[in-house]
């Protein structure tokens, strides 16, 4: 098998560890970016479970809702329409007599289709409050920052956390599409230059705890609150993501020769060219 980045040989054991400081920006491509979004929400999940036990659990949750093919177009997450079928030309043997028609071409047929979506997130639970949910952490995907049902979604689930007793963590790391993330636009936008954006809000404020990061920058360590006076926990969003990067084999899925997308900056894009030839100089065993 051979290395898209590299074009070495790797055996059967070797691998190229995610070599991007922070973020890999080829994993924000809507065709590629689905694929790791679930292995990375249960690498986040088993990171904490052992540092949450015993009073409390760490569970994947689901949200599931339906996209109308009306929306389809709004975003690219998804293709909305598959080849059905062709239509051949039509029997007229034992039929009403009609006039010869001139050729025409055949078309292929397209039909929109409406899709359930299924986005994993966090919760950790309180077992000494009936399972109270105490804390949700949700990793943004494509479909939360477009307009339609993913967003609608999104919003209306965080704008119930933020009037409960649930601390809120979001997780954005997708460079393209409107903001999403509940602090408020207006306070990031002046306050610093980002990429990617980290925020956790604590149950009951008005207070966020932001950490923007750009493409250049490490993934951040985070604060995970809990319940009453309980300390909170870590949690290193880069070593999830390179969990998920390694067992999902990216560094072998993804064609780094080719520009990425979404685009970068001239300036960026020289600089992902540097760390692509270094990590050719990686040595696989």
């Excluded at 590299?6 to 055996?11: D, P």
């Excluded at 009609?98 to 309180?126: M, N």
């Amino acid at each position: 098998m051979w290395c898209l980045c590299s074009g070495k040989r790797l055996t059967k054991d070797s691998a190229v560890p995610l070599f991007f400081p922070g973020m890999d920006p080829y994993l924000e491509n809507p065709v590629i970016f689905p694929g790791i979004h679930g292995p990375m929400v249960t690498y986040l999940r088993d990171q904490i479970a052992p540092r949450i036990r015993p009073r409390y659990a760490a569970s994947v949750g689901e949200r599931v809702y339906v996209e109308s093919a009306k929306e389809g177009h709004a975003h690219p997450i998804i293709p909305d329409v598959w080849v059905r079928q062709t239509i051949g030309r039509s029997d007229q043997s034992g039929g009403v007599a009609v006039a010869d028609l001139p050729e025409v071409d055949e078309p292929i047929v397209l039909e929109a289709q409406d899709l359930e979506i299924r986005q994993p997130f966090i919760e950790i639970l309180d077992r000494e409050s009936n399972m109270r949910v105490v804390t949700i952490i949700e990793l943004v995907s494509p479909s939360n920052k477009y307009a339609g049902a993913g967003r609608e979604s999104y919003v209306t689930k965080q704008r119930e956390v933020h009037c409960s007793d649930t601390h809120l963590v979001e997780i954005d790391l997708l460079r393209r599409g409107p903001h999403v993330v509940a602090v408020a636009e207006y306070l990031t936008a002046g306050s610093f230059d980002y990429d990617y954006l980290v925020s956790v809000h604590r149950a009951r404020t008005r207070r966020f705890e932001v950490y923007p990061r750009s493409i250049r920058q490490t993934l951040p360590c985070i604060r995970i609150p809990l319940a009453g006076n309980d300390p909170d926990v870590r949690l290193d969003i880069r070593a999830a993501l390179a969990q998920a990067y390694d067992a999902g084999s990216y560094d072998q899925r993804i064609d780094y020769s080719r520009r990425c997308y979404p685009p970068l900056s001239a300036e960026v894009e020289i600089w992902v060219r540097q760390l692509i030839e270094q990590a050719k100089r990686i040595p696989t065993a």
